[in-house]
């Protein structure tokens, strides 16, 4: 009996891993109905495997405070309807993460697994992009101001297959993928000599997404190997940080229009772009300001329909173009503070940490909040589903010294 009962949970939980690895694959080409439902099957069956509590951890208490702030927000919406479809999205999302933390402290082990399907979503994707980088496919919509350039400066801004088309999402996703790129090459030197390739062909795509966004948080991600290789005294990641650092500047320099998007980040409102985000700002602190409690209720449409009571004309907007003030848009400043003290535990919690991966994990989370702090992405399913699978990764990390490779 005890062994039909053991053998019966060890099938489910790789029917969790198999849900998981689903989500992962359909994020590359499915849409967002059907990215929900491949993880609600992922939450079913952790919750019918696992007995589990939220309350086992600093970091997941604010993530609760963070869920029931989000809920009085709900109550509280004047577009009950329209706010209560955002809800289901975040509950998910929030439920998604839960049944991770659940599973890999039952399975720490499968993180690798875990790690290597995202580095193997990623390096695809990154080949299609770079497909269509080669055949110079055109704009979809207007994805750069092209007003002040020369021919020879505008960029061919590529999107791969994640839906909607959007080379700003794809990068944003690449941005979350690399550091579990550079940790899986630390790892050993064979893995070094199966990930390198695919590494530097994800961080040649995220450049060619020209999403300015992900380039500053690709400079966070320099950053965080940096600042890894002073903590662990390993040369294999000061090495990493050069020669990226090294290629990275060296494209900047000879790519033309690589060189010109990347100097449009600084031209303030002379871009096009930047002045929309300005006046987004703008607009959107003054639905703060009358909001600032409990806010507005979550999700997109809420937002968009409640914006145009307080936008400049001809500057209709999807979100606020920074994560943490749509959160304090949507639910309240106390749900603000929330979430940034789940970031500030979480964040301690991976710099005591010696595994590789959570050091990997740890890069991605802070490399995707720099890259939200000037865009909308962060709030699309694949980049959700991959931020919250890192979270978890860090908080439900046991307390051990563990795979810092060798010099």
């Known amino acids: 009996m005890f062994n039909r009962i053991k053998n019966s949970k060890w099938k489910i939980e790789n029917f969790i891993l198999l849900s998981v690895l689903a989500v992962f694959a359909l994020s590359t080409f499915a849409s967002s109905d059907v990215l929900g439902a491949a993880a609600c099957v992922t939450i079913a069956l952790t919750i019918f495997n696992f007995q589990f509590s939220i309350l086992n951890s600093?970091?997941?208490?604010?993530?609760?405070?963070?869920?029931?702030?989000?809920?009085?927000?709900l109550a509280g919406s004047t577009l009950f309807a329209l706010s209560f479809a955002g809800f289901v999205k975040t509950a998910i999302y929030l439920g998604f993460y839960v049944s991770m933390v659940a599973y890999f402290k039952k399975n720490h082990c499968r993180i690798p697994v875990i790690m290597a399907a995202i580095g193997i979503c990623a390096v695809s994707q990154s080949v299609i992009a770079?497909?269509?980088?080669?055949?110079?496919?055109?704009?979809?919509?207007?994805?750069?101001?092209?007003?002040?350039?020369?021919?020879?400066?505008?960029?061919?801004?590529?999107?791969?297959?994640?839906?909607?088309f959007n080379p700003n999402l794809l990068g944003g996703y690449l941005l979350c993928c690399v550091p579990v790129l550079l940790g899986l090459c630390v790892i050993s030197r064979r893995n070094a000599m199966i990930w390198c390739a695919p590494a530097l062909i994800t961080i040649a795509a995220l450049f060619a997404t020209g999403c300015r966004g992900a380039y500053l948080g690709f400079a966070a991600v320099i950053a965080g190997v940096v600042v890894l290789a002073a903590k662990t005294q390993k040369k294999r990641f000061l090495s990493i940080a050069a020669v990226t650092i090294g290629a990275v500047t060296g494209a900047i320099l000879c790519v033309e229009p690589l060189r010109a998007r990347f100097a449009s980040i600084f031209a303030m409102r002379q871009d096009s772009s930047n002045a929309f985000r300005f006046n987004v700002y703008q607009s959107a602190f003054e639905m703060f300001k009358d909001n600032w409690l409990l806010g507005i209720g979550v999700g997109n449409k809420n937002f968009r329909e409640i914006y145009g009571l307080y936008m400049k004309t001809g500057f209709d907007a999807l979100s606020a173009y920074n994560v943490f003030l749509e959160i304090a848009i949507e639910s309240g400043v106390f749900a603000l503070a929330a979430f940034i003290g789940f970031l500030v535990v979480t964040i301690k919690k991976a710099l005591k940490s010696a595994d590789i991966f959570v050091a990997a994990a740890l890069i991605s989370v802070c490399a995707a909040m720099v890259h939200g702090l000037v865009d909308t992405v962060f709030f699309r399913p694949q980049i959700q589903f991959l931020f919250w699978t890192m979270a978890a990764m860090i908080n439900s990390a046991p307390r051990r010294t563990t795979i810092y490779p060798p010099n």
Do not use: H
């Not at 600093?58 to 927000?73: C, D, G, P, T």
């Not at 980088?133 to 020879?152: K, M, R, Y």
């Open 58 to 73: 600093k970091a997941n208490l604010w993530l609760l405070a963070y869920f029931m702030l989000v809920v009085v927000s």
């Open 130 to 164: 770079l497909g269509q980088n080669f055949a110079q496919v055109g704009e979809i919509s207007t994805w750069q101001d092209v007003s002040n350039l020369n021919p020879e400066q505008v960029m061919t801004r590529v999107y791969g297959t994640l839906k909607p």
